[in-house]
């Protein structure tokens, strides 16, 4: 399966500490209320691919997750039973997975399909299988957010995720637009439904001469990683790759279980 | 690459779907009237009876295994549609101890339901969708996409949410909870009923001799309002338009409309709108929510397993609890209507006007 990439957009909290949602109002002059931190998030990442690429009104848009937005769940809980409050109107509503999607199309002014897609298994490369089969049928192109928030607390999201507690888990909000025609496109990017062992992957590995990215979830292969951690880290490391026009192959694992991405820039 | 939806199962508060079926022909509504989950306040809910929401999991997607031409889920792709995931496992612990230092992650999350599963019956992948009311309908529209693409033979799409105070509470806030048992496209409605329910089709690459095809899937996205559907209707057009064209048909090809119909004011004016416009008259309409309530993210699965029994009972089903019908310019029978049935299209409807229709057939 591949797919080309005409633009992109990248936000990571601990390279950047920028306060999302006073931005989302001063410079987007989007209107912040009644929305949480997941979404504006969101709503950054959308402002910042809609500054470099046309989006169009039919595009298809997909929004991925590790784990979604534990904060409302917790905060939820909290009222209901805590504090014997009833559950507050907005905290419900921006519980469901497609709110965000909800706010990011309305923003965006698309009418396409808009999916959430959540996952702590191969959340990214899952999402473009999706994506791809939607769009080989609707030959339109698809727009992906890959998001996760650092929630407070950050030991939920750790134990969600299943990631050891030393880990240090930043917010990441990255976009790709995807298409299948390849004229503009500045990399293209190649990946299957296929799992593979470790021995699969580390003879594959031995003729490669591209970069290897991986995931923390990958103890058993030597590869680079990085330091930080969020679920959908293959979105980033795509957006990095292209960024420094570099091809990339990134893989993924869960349960000795892996998947594979390959990156080729066209720039 | 066509896709058949080839075995299925599901459980209610009708029971199995032979007995959903016998509520749904003999207007038998089985929900309740509950006031244990609203402090001074009654709700129908459509409720089950059972240990948690994982046993009845693994009950449906066994039996679904058994009644199939497969020894096992080894080379099957899951793809599960839930609004709220392990959100039920998690409220009670958190309720009765006031901390979640005991919630289990694996059992807790979005994606904890695939995850259970993917580990009990060892799927080769799995997917997670969560678009609320839409969740199940959008896995069955992947489920399609991906038989198309060859990507898998067999795919397992399931629709799951169980009653838990989020929700519950979540749609009395916003008003649109009835007290009473919900009467779709009723003039004198009152709201919705939330309820819970799993349901699970086998969907194959391969047509066996009593295979329903899964025909065609549309998607819109009003992005109109948070809660509230397009008033002129335009993003449930769009969805039916979609989905009948991906189905190779035309409009007068379709025989029954499995509405998304909740009994909402918004949603029945809306759906009703979208009906009248696309089809007028010619197509019988009606909800079968009267019987299950509003199961959620699993609705999108329960009313796909009924529009392939209804398309085998050759009987198109009547609409419970209609007294004075609000839109006369579309058809709602209250009987029960035998008739060869060629096509069944069935709605799918969630805020934030995410939109998905699927079109079954013989």
């Avoid at chain 1, 995931?215 to 420094?244: G, P």
């Avoid at chain 2, 029971?15 to 079926?21: I, R, V």
């Avoid at chain 2, 009723?186 to 309820?195: F, I």
């Avoid at chain 2, 010619?282 to 019987?291: E, G, H, L």
Wanted: hydrophobic share 40%; aromatic share 8%; proline share 1%.
């Amino acid at each position: 399966m591949k797919l080309y990439i005409k633009n992109y957009s990248s936000y990571r909290s601990d390279q950047e500490d920028i306060n999302i949602k006073q931005v989302l109002k001063q410079k987007y002059k989007l209107d912040t209320r009644r929305q949480d931190d997941f979404i504006h998030l969101a709503l950054y990442g959308a402002q910042l691919l809609k500054e470099k690429t046309v989006i169009r009104a039919d595009d298809e848009l997909y929004v991925t997750s590790g784990y979604g937005d534990v904060d409302v769940v917790q905060r939820t809980n909290t009222y209901v039973n805590k504090e014997k409050q009833p559950v507050k109107l907005f905290d419900f509503i921006n519980l469901l997975g497609n709110t965000t999607s909800y706010y990011v199309a309305k923003s965006l002014n698309i009418s396409g399909k808009n999916i959430f897609q959540i996952s702590d298994n191969f959340t990214y490369i899952n999402s473009l299988i999706s994506l791809y089969a939607s769009i080989r049928n609707s030959q339109k192109d698809a727009i992906l957010c890959a998001i996760d928030l650092a929630s407070t607390p950050t030991e939920v999201s750790k134990r969600v995720l299943g990631v050891d507690e030393d880990a240090e888990t930043v917010s990441s909000v990255n976009y790709q637009k995807f298409s299948l025609d390849a004229e503009d496109a500045i990399a293209e990017i190649e990946f299957d439904m296929k799992t593979y062992s470790l021995d699969e992957v580390n003879t594959m590995l031995a003729e490669e001469n591209r970069t290897v990215l991986s995931s923390i979830r990958c103890m058993k292969l030597q590869s680079l990683k990085d330091s930080k951690f969020f679920e959908t880290l293959a979105s980033y490391a795509v957006n990095s790759a292209m960024k420094k026009n570099e091809d990339m192959v990134y893989i993924d694992c869960f349960e000795e279980k892996y998947k594979i991405l390959k990156l080729k820039s066209l720039r | 690459m066509n896709a058949y939806i080839n075995t299925y199962e599901l459980l209610c508060d009708a029971g199995d779907t032979k007995s959903l079926m016998e509520a749904v022909y003999n207007k038998e509504s089985a929900l309740v009237i509950d006031n244990s989950y609203i402090k001074d306040a009654t709700a129908g809910l459509g409720k089950m009876e059972y240990e948690d929401i994982f046993t009845v999991m693994d009950a449906v997607t066994a039996k679904v295994l058994k009644e199939s031409n497969l020894e096992n889920f080894h080379n099957t792709l899951l793809i599960l549609g839930s609004s709220v995931g392990g959100m039920q496992e998690c409220e009670q612990i958190f309720y009765s101890e006031k901390s979640f230092k005991n919630i289990d992650p694996n059992r807790y999350s979005m994606n904890a339901l695939s995850d259970y599963l993917m580990k009990k019956f060892n799927f080769y992948d799995t997917r997670a969708l969560s678009t609320a009311c839409t969740s199940s309908a959008n896995a069955l529209l992947l489920a399609k996409r991906l038989i198309e693409v060859e990507a898998y033979e067999n795919i397992l799409v399931m629709g799951v949410d169980g009653l838990c105070y989020s929700t519950v509470l979540g749609f009395y806030a916003l008003s649109v909870l009835s007290d009473k048992k919900c009467t779709p496209f009723d003039k004198n409605r009152n709201g919705m009923n939330v309820a819970e329910a799993v349901g699970a089709l086998l969907i194959q690459n391969v047509k066996q001799s009593d295979s329903i095809e899964l025909k065609g899937v549309g998607a819109s996205s009003d992005a109109y309002h948070m809660t509230n559907p397009d008033p002129e209707a335009g993003g449930a057009i769009a969805s039916m338009e979609n989905a009948i064209a991906d189905a190779g048909l035309d409009i007068g090809e379709i025989d029954y409309v499995n509405a998304h119909g909740t009994a909402t004011i918004a949603n029945d004016r809306v759906e009703s709108l979208a009906i009248e416009k696309l089809f007028g008259k010619n197509v019988y309409v009606s909800s079968t929510k009267a019987i299950t309530g509003h199961t959620l993210g699993a609705a999108g699965a329960i009313e796909a397993i009924i529009s392939c029994e209804v398309l085998k009972h050759a009987m198109i089903p009547p609409q419970t609890g209609l007294k004075e019908l609000e839109n006369q310019n579309i058809n709602v029978p209250v009987q029960s209507i035998e008739m060869n049935i060629r096509n069944v299209i069935s709605n799918s409807f969630a805020f934030g006007g995410n939109n998905t229709s699927i079109v079954f057939g013989v």
